[in-house]
């Protein structure tokens, strides 16, 4: 119903940035909420930041004041912009759909992922 395809992935180095996006296609109908999640190396699979169609963008406690998420609905896009890297960072970056308007959990369709590897 819904394809998700990341890009932007790479090599960061501590301090610098890097910028995800994900590319939705297929039915609009399941990215009523959009967003990013990562799992690092041994690490549970965490919520990096969320944004629903309209607005209200939602970070991770980890990343705030230093990842911004944003959304174009008309290019059906959803960014991620990381800035002030740490190495705690690295990690596959998933771009998420649901089509619920508001849930704790995850939503039903997920990208493969992109690999985000920050060190010196």
């Known amino acids: 119903q819904v394809q998700l395809v990341e890009s932007g992935g790479g090599r960061g180095q501590p301090g610098g940035s890097l910028r995800l996006s994900c590319t939705a296609s297929?039915?609009?109908?399941?990215?009523?909420?959009m967003g990013w999640y990562r799992q690092g190396p041994g690490k549970q699979r965490e919520l990096v930041a969320r944004m629903a169609r309209g607005g209200s963008p939602y970070y991770g406690d980890s990343v705030k004041g230093r990842f911004t998420i944003s959304r174009d609905n008309a290019k059906r896009t959803i960014d991620l912009q990381m800035n002030n890297l740490k190495p705690e960072d690295t990690a596959v970056y998933y771009c998420?759909?649901?089509?619920?308007?508001?849930?704790?959990?995850?939503?039903?369709?997920w990208g493969r992922g992109t690999q985000v590897t920050v060190s010196s």
């Open positions: 297929g039915s609009a109908f399941g990215t009523n909420v």
């Open positions: 998420n759909a649901d089509w619920r308007t508001s849930s704790p959990t995850p939503g039903d369709y």
